[in-house]
């Protein structure tokens, strides 16, 4: 199974500030296909996961441009640039590269 | 936007079988995508359970196959999870999520079910 690794755990960012999750992955997550299927998941308090960025950069509908994601192979980030109060919650990175599908497990991110 | 719902018993006895159904409303269940089941055990992370095409195609977690079985009903346009020989550590929040292969990406999710195992 492919193991992922995120850090930090819990990340106390002052609002207005930038914020980045790094996740790492115990092997490649490049298909055969060329695709990376590497996304980012935010999990609000008391709701359930919502997609915010899939195949290491591309934003979901309506997610905000201040998220953005980066990296390829192993390596992995997600930034917010300016943070703001609705985006306190745990976020999780997702492969779908290699069966089975697995998640990070999660940074929550705080407000200071 | 397809909307997803989980429904099914809360409470599981030990041995039993959990089993819980999605509903799958804005869209037809035979549309391109898989249907899958991922859970969360209070205060931890996501695991994912297993998925299900409407041709009937399921891929499992290997941690869980045995146990696991998911199936679709595509006159009522719903899927459904069913785990047997449950215990303690299968007590978890269940979420139904839709994912789309070709993006690689879990798109929309229910609001979840928790189950507890208790005698």
């Known amino acids: 199974e492919t193991v992922m690794t995120q850090t930090p755990l819990s990340s106390p960012v002052t609002l207005g500030q930038p914020a980045s999750i790094s996740c790492r992955s115990s092997q490649s997550l490049l298909h055969r296909d060329g695709n990376t299927y590497l996304s980012w998941l935010q999990q609000r308090p008391g709701q359930p996961p919502r997609l915010l960025i899939y195949q290491i950069s591309s934003r979901f509908s309506g997610v905000p441009d201040r998220f953005s994601g980066s990296g390829a192979g192993t390596d992995f980030t997600l930034t917010i640039t300016r943070v703001e109060a609705e985006d306190v919650g745990v976020y999780y990175c997702?492969?779908?590269?290699?069966?089975?599908?697995?998640f990070g497990q999660g940074t929550k991110l705080e407000i200071k | 936007q397809v909307q997803l719902q989980e429904s099914g018993p809360g409470l599981v006895k030990p041995s039993g079988t959990l089993s819980l159904t999605c509903a799958v409303s804005g869209g037809s269940i035979s549309r391109s995508n898989w249907w899958s089941w991922v859970r969360q055990p209070p205060g931890k992370g996501l695991e994912w359970i297993g998925e299900i095409y409407h041709t009937g195609n399921t891929n499992y977690n290997p941690s869980l196959e045995g146990r696991v079985t998911v199936s679709v009903d595509k006159s009522k346009n719903q899927f459904s999870l069913s785990l047997n020989s449950v215990t303690a550590a299968d007590t978890a929040v269940y979420y139904c999520?839709?994912?789309?292969?070709?993006?690689?990406?879990?798109?929309?999710w229910g609001h979840g079910a928790l189950v507890t195992v208790s005698s």
């Open positions: 997702t492969q779908a590269t290699h069966f089975p599908y697995t």
């Open positions: 999520a839709t994912y789309v292969a070709v993006t690689g990406r879990f798109d929309y």
